[in-house]
């Protein structure tokens, strides 16, 4: 078995799970399709919540050439969420515990971005 860390994707093994596991979804369509309805709150966290969690190289179930500008679209949009007089604050009346909570999904897409999180396990739950 070829392993090169820690963590539970960094072996061949693995890699090949989540290739199976993933077969015939093209998750780069549906991550788009989620990244264009700007006002579309829950459907954009759900995709950005995807983008955490899988946005590995050794995960990542789409073509790891669009998974960099999703994740920009994904921080640009949940920045856009949390701008003072949004919508989006709005419907949630500035509610503190869910602005910090965009504010960690944020930083969480800017640390893939970065290639953080690819060395051991990714701190979301």
Do not use: Q
Request: hydrophobic share 40%; glycine share 10%; net charge negative.
């Amino acid at each position: 078995m070829g392993a090169w860390g820690s963590a539970p994707w960094h072996n061949d093994a693995a890699a090949d799970w989540f290739g199976d596991v993933f077969a015939g979804i093209d998750i780069d369509a549906r991550i788009g399709d989620a990244l264009e309805h700007d006002d579309d709150y829950d459907r954009v966290r759900a995709a950005c919540y995807l983008l955490a969690v899988l946005g590995h190289s050794m995960v990542w179930p789409g073509d790891l050439e669009r998974l960099d500008g999703h994740l920009e679209r994904g921080v640009e949009l949940l920045t856009e969420m949390i701008e003072p007089e949004s919508e989006f604050r709005e419907l949630w009346e500035d509610d503190p515990e869910v602005i910090e909570a965009v504010r960690a999904e944020i930083a969480e897409l800017e640390a893939r971005l970065d290639g953080e999180g690819d060395e051991g396990v990714s701190p979301i739950s």
